[in-house]
C-alpha cells in the first residue's frame, strides 16, 4: 500500500506495510526525505499538525492508516539547517546511533520541547489582538434605519479598504492591515504563509552537478518581477524633539562635513494609520566615521554592544539610521540646494544597498512567516535641501523584495548614475535569476524590461518624518545638560573626556538625575575603560527612564560612584591650580607654553609621568594627555 507524504521539499509517495508498526514507518519516511533522525519534526493527517503519529508499536491498520492517504511532513525552524546538511549526503547512515526517544515520531511537548519561536515585538502584540475596523457614522442621506441600526452605509469597513486609503492620503497600508487582507478570504488565513524571496541557488540537489554544470527546475531560484509593496512595515518616523536633530546638524553647520547617526527609540501604535506602527526616536549614538563633504567612510565601531546594551536598559532599541545630504546655496540666507526630487533620485543605489543592509541585520519577527521573520522596521531618514531650499528630513525603507536581492549579492550600483542600480549577469561563481520591471512607453502601455539598469524608484517605501508640536522627550533638552559632548566628534574638537563629565556634573550639582538625563553621558559612561560604574548603570537607567530622583540618590550611594567622585576633586584640585598658574603667568606677562623651555622641545626633566595610567607627558600638559586625569600625587 502506497501512502503519500507532503512536506515544504514537495509530494513523495512511501511504500508501506499495514502490518508495519508506527516506529518503522516513521523510520522510512525519514529515509525518504533525508531528515536528521536526530531533527525535530512532525508527521500529522492534518496541514495545521493537530493529529500527529506517534512512536508507538501499533500497526499502521490498528490506527486507520489507509491507501493513498495523505499526510504532512512539518520541520520545525530549528531544523532547517540540519536538513541542509542531511542533503549533502552528510546525514548519520545507521538510526542505531540514535535513540528512537529523539525521533520526533515520538514527538511530544512535554517531553521534547521544541525551539522556541522568535517572540513578536511588543507593539505586533498589541495589534494583532485589535480588530482594526474602521467606525463609521450615520449617514444622513443614505441610511433610513434607527440610531440603533445598521446598513453598508455606516457599517465598519476593514483597515485594507482602498477607497479609504485613498481618501484619507496614505499611499501604502501598515504591515497588520495587509495581514487582515491575506486573512479575510473563506479559508480566514488558513493558509497563508510569508516568505523571503529567496535569489540563489537552493543547496543539495543530488540530481544533477553542482553550479554551474548543472541546474534544473528544484533548486533554480524562480525569475522575480519587481512590484509596487503595497504595505509597509513602519508608518511614521518620530522625533521626541527638534532638538535631537539640531543637534546632529551642529556637526555639519561647524565642519560642513556629512554625518551618519543611529536612530534609537521604541515603536509605538501610530492612530493616523489603521493598525499603523510608528518608530518614536529618543537619541541619535553617532558611530565612529570619517566625514567629507560630498559623502562619508564607516569605521569600525567597539562600542557597539554596549551602545546597544544601555540602550535596552533605558527600553530603547536600534529603529533606523539618519545621515545628511547637505550643500550650502547661499550663506547669508542660510538656504541649501535642493537636488533630491523625482527628476533625480530620492535614494542613490549605494544607499538603498546600506538601507537594504540595515533591515537584514534587524528582522522583524512574524508568526506568519516559515522562517520566524518577515520584512523589517529599520527605517532610514536622509535630511537634505527640500523644495523651498530649506533642510528637511525624508524617511525611506527599502521593499522587501530590494533586501532579498542586495542579500543574495544580485544587486550593485552603477558607476555613473545614482539613480539607476544593476542587476548582476550569471557566472560561474553564482546564478542570477532575471529581475523584470514594468513601465509604460509612449503609448501607455506596461512593457516588461529587464533590470539592467534599474531605476531605484521601484525599490522604494515612503515613510513620513515628524516632530510633535508638545514635546515630551525621555531625555532632557535643557542647554544645561545638552551641553555635553557628542560621541566621535574628536576631528572637530569636540572630545567626550572625563573634564567634560566633571563639568556636566557640576553644573547640575543639585541633582544627579537631572545631569544624566541625557543619552551621550550615559553612553560615555557605559563605554570608557576608566569609568568603574559601568557595569552598575542599570538602576541609574531606570531612575531616568522613571525620572525618579530618590532611585538616583540611591544609586549614587554606590561605592563605585563614590570612587568617581574622588576622582572628580582631584580634578577639581588640578584645575584650580592650573587657573591660578594661568593667571600669574599672564600678570608676569610669561607665556605659559615657553616657561619650561625656550625652543624646540621638551626636555626630558620637564616631562612627568601619570601616576594613573604611567603615560609619559610634556611638562606643560595640566592633565595626562592619554587619560584626561589630573598628575598623581
Known amino acids: ?10 509530494t513523495k509517495r512511501v511504500d508501506i506495510d499495514p502490518s508495519q508498526s508506527c516506529s518503522d514507518f516513521l523510520a522510512n519516511v525519514s529515509e525518504a526525505f533525508h531528515v536528521s533522525l536526530s531533527a ?41 539547517d ?77 483597515p485594507y479598504d482602498p477607497e479609504y486609503l485613498a481618501k484619507q492620503e496614505i499611499k501604502h497600508m501598515s504591515f497588520h492591515s495587509y495581514l487582515r487582507k491575506l486573512r479575510s478570504g473563506v479559508d480566514k488565513g488558513k493558509f497563508v504563509f510569508l516568505e523571503d524571496l529567496r535569489c540563489k541557488v537552493k543547496p543539495g540537489c543530488t540530481g544533477h552537478a553542482p553550479w554551474p554544470n548543472g541546474i534544473c527546475t528544484k533548486c533554480q531560484p524562480n525569475a522575480v518581477t519587481l512590484k509596487r509593496q503595497e504595505y509597509r512595515h513602519v508608518d511614521n518616523i518620530m522625533f521626541e524633539d527638534r532638538s535631537i536633530i539640531e543637534r546632529f546638524l551642529g556637526h555639519w553647520r561647524a565642519s560642513g562635513q556629512q554625518r551618519m547617526g543611529i536612530l534609537y527609540g521604541k515603536y509605538a ?20 566615521q570619517v566625514g567629507a563633504p560630498s559623502g562619508l567612510k564607516l569605521l569600525p565601531d567597539d562600542n557597539k554592544d554596549r551602545v546597544n546594551n544601555l540602550a535596552s536598559q533605558l527600553g530603547l532599541r536600534r529603529v533606523g539610521w539618519v545621515f545628511s545630504d547637505l550643500e550650502t546655496e547661499d550663506r547669508s540666507l542660510g538656504t541649501v540646494k535642493y537636488f533630491r ?66 542579500r543574495d549579492e544580485c544587486f550593485v550600483p552603477t558607476v555613473d548614475a545614482p539613480e539607476l542600480g544593476y542587476i548582476k549577469e550569471s557566472s560561474s561563481d553564482q546564478y542570477i535569476p532575471d529581475v523584470f520591471y514594468k513601465e509604460k512607453d509612449k503609448y501607455g502601455r506596461d512593457v516588461t524590461k529587464i533590470a539592467r539598469p534599474l531605476p531605484v524608484e521601484y525599490l522604494l517605501v515612503q515613510v513620513p518624518v515628524a516632530a510633535p508640536v508638545n514635546p515630551n522627550p ?39 538625575l537631572r545631569a544624566v538625563s541625557n543619552f551621550h553621558v550615559l553612553c560615555f559612561m557605559a563605554c570608557s575603560d576608566m569609568m568603574p560604574v559601568r557595569d552598575i548603570l542599570g538602576e541609574l537607567c531606570e531612575a531616568v527612564v522613571k525620572q525618579d530622583a530618590a532611585l538616583a540618590q540611591k544609586w549614587s550611594q554606590s561605592a563605585e560612584w563614590a570612587t568617581v567622585l574622588q576622582m572628580m576633586d582631584a580634578v577639581g584640585v588640578e584645575s584650580a591650580v592650573a587657573e591660578g598658574e594661568k593667571a600669574v603667568r599672564s600678570t608676569l606677562g610669561v607665556d605659559s607654553m615657553n616657561s619650561t623651555t625656550t625652543s624646540g622641545p621638551a626636555s626630558a626633566s620637564s616631562m612627568w609621568t601619570c601616576a594613573h595610567c604611567t603615560y609619559l607627558n610634556k611638562g606643560t600638559s595640566p592633565a595626562c594627555e592619554m587619560c584626561n586625569l589630573p598628575p598623581g600625587e
Open 82 to 158: 540540519a536538513l541542509e546538511f542531511c542533503r549533502s549526503g552528510q546525514h548519520a547512515s545507521s538510526s542505531a546511533a540514535v535513540p528512537r526517544s529523539s525521533m520526533n515520531g515520538n514527538f511530544d511537548a512535554a517531553q521534547t520541547p521544541a525551539s522556541p519561536s522568535p517572540e513578536e515585538d511588543d507593539i505586533d502584540k498589541i495589534l494583532s489582538k485589535q480588530s482594526g475596523a474602521i467606525d463609521r457614522q450615520r449617514d444622513a442621506q443614505f441610511c433610513r434605519h434607527g440610531d440603533q441600526g445598521c446598513c453598508i452605509h455606516c457599517t465598519p469597513i476593514q
Open 474 to 512: 525621555m531625555f532632557s533638552t535643557d542647554k544645561d545638560i545638552s551641553q555635553f559632548p557628542i560621541e566621535n566628534r574628536g576631528a572637530m574638537g569636540e572630545m567626550q573626556s572625563f573634564p567634560a563629565l566633571c563639568r556636566q556634573i557640576r553644573r547640575n550639582s543639585s541633582s544627579l
Open 1 to 10: 500500500m502506497i501512502v503519500r507524504v507532503q512536506s515544504s521539499e514537495g
Open 341 to 406: 526630487h523625482m527628476d533625480s533620485y530620492f535614494l542613490s543605489a549605494e544607499e538603498c544597498m546600506m538601507a537594504a543592509d540595515f533591515q537584514t541585520q534587524h528582522p522583524s519577527p512574524c508568526r506568519y512567516s516559515t522562517s520566524g521573520y518577515f520584512g523589517s522596521k529599520f527605517a532610514t531618514v536622509v535630511v537634505s535641501g527640500g523644495v523651498d531650499n530649506q533642510i528637511c528630513m525624508e524617511g525611506y525603507q527599502v521593499t522587501d523584495q530590494c533586501t532579498a536581492l542586495v
Open 269 to 288: 501604535e501610530h492612530k493616523d494609520v489603521p493598525l499603523g506602527i510608528k518608530a518614536v526616536v529618543s537619541a541619535i549614538y553617532e558611530p565612529p
Open 40 to 80: 525535530q519534526w512532525s508527521l500529522s493527517r492534518s496541514r495545521n499538525g493537530s493529529d500527529p503519529l506517534y512512536h508507538s508499536d501499533a500497526s499502521l491498520s490498528s490506527i486507520g492508516l489507509k491507501h493513498g492517504d495523505m499526510l504532512y511532513l512539518k520541520l520545525l525552524t530549528s531544523t532547517i
